[in-house]
């Protein structure tokens, strides 16, 4: 417990109102935080759905294109690796989230005329589709791993303020004005006691 004296007290005057301050600012970043991320997940459901629809047609194109008798595989190995995607970050309230900038090359078939045909060009087209739908969902869900992790410490700090930090700071002021309140009177007794004692002397 602090010295009960005048300037602890006005000491801890400050410190509860930087607290309490620190504290709404942590309430405001973690409701923007969470309003960032919920945005974010209606997204990566969007995403997702588009992914669903868009691999059910491709694995469909595919099976068209193994029919008719085109070597897939072999045009598969064809195909160079793709380093069409960079990630860059951005901040959102001081957390780094990433940022997937897909910008792949035209489109255009690695396989002569004989050996493919519209199964295959459509089999190609929608694994495109594909790879541009996986970058935007994997940028969403690093951003929302990455902000869920930043809410839970943001969380902890407010918790921490609120719960424990303001309360013993209010605990101590409410000790020292106390103590000082004592102070005061048993100095305004004191006080009165000797002007009366004064007084009486003079009479005597």
Same mark, same amino acid.
């Given at each position: 417990?602090?010295?009960?004296?005048?300037?602890?007290?006005?000491?801890?005057?400050? @410190?509860?109102?930087?607290?309490?301050?620190?504290?709404?600012?942590?309430?405001?970043? %973690?409701?923007?935080?969470? %309003? =960032?991320?919920?945005?974010?997940? !209606?997204?990566?459901?969007?995403?997702? @759905?588009?992914? *669903?629809?868009?691999?059910?047609?491709?694995?469909?194109?595919?099976? %068209?294109?193994?029919?008719?008798?085109?070597?897939?595989?072999?045009?598969?190995?064809?195909?160079?690796? !793709? !380093?069409?995607?960079?990630?860059?970050?951005?901040?959102?309230?001081?957390? =780094?989230?990433?940022?997937?900038?897909?910008? @792949?090359?035209?489109?255009?078939?690695?396989?002569?005329? *004989?050996?493919?045909?519209?199964?295959?060009?459509?089999?190609?087209?929608?694994?495109?589709?594909?790879?541009?739908?996986?970058?935007?969902?994997?940028?969403?869900?690093?951003?929302?791993? %990455?902000?869920?992790?930043?809410?839970?410490?943001?969380?902890?700090?407010?918790?921490?303020?609120?719960?424990?930090?303001?309360?013993?700071?209010?605990?101590?002021?409410?000790?020292?004005?106390?103590?000082?309140?004592?102070?005061?009177?048993?100095?305004?007794?004191?006080?009165?006691?000797?002007?009366?004692?004064?007084? *009486?002397?003079?009479? *005597?």
């Amino acid at each position: 417990m602090l010295n009960p004296t005048k300037g602890n007290l006005l000491k801890v005057k400050n @410190s509860l109102e930087l607290a309490t301050v620190g504290f709404d600012l942590m309430d405001r970043k %973690r409701n923007i935080l969470i %309003r =960032e991320m919920m945005g974010l997940i !209606d997204d990566a459901k969007q995403i997702q @759905s588009s992914i *669903n629809t868009t691999f059910s047609q491709a694995y469909q194109a595919l099976m %068209r294109a193994n029919v008719s008798g085109t070597d897939v595989r072999s045009i598969a190995y064809g195909v160079p690796e !793709d !380093d069409c995607v960079t990630i860059l970050e951005k901040s959102v309230m001081g957390v =780094e989230i990433p940022t997937v900038k897909y910008s @792949s090359a035209p489109a255009k078939p690695y396989y002569g005329i *004989n050996s493919g045909g519209f199964a295959t060009d459509n089999c190609y087209a929608c694994f495109r589709k594909v790879k541009e739908l996986c970058a935007q969902l994997a940028e969403i869900e690093s951003s929302i791993y %990455r902000l869920a992790i930043a809410i839970r410490k943001t969380q902890k700090r407010a918790n921490a303020l609120k719960n424990i930090v303001i309360p013993q700071y209010k605990r101590n002021i409410a000790y020292i004005t106390e103590f000082l309140e004592e102070k005061e009177r048993e100095e305004f007794i004191r006080m009165k006691v000797i002007k009366k004692q004064k007084e *009486n002397a003079t009479k *005597n």
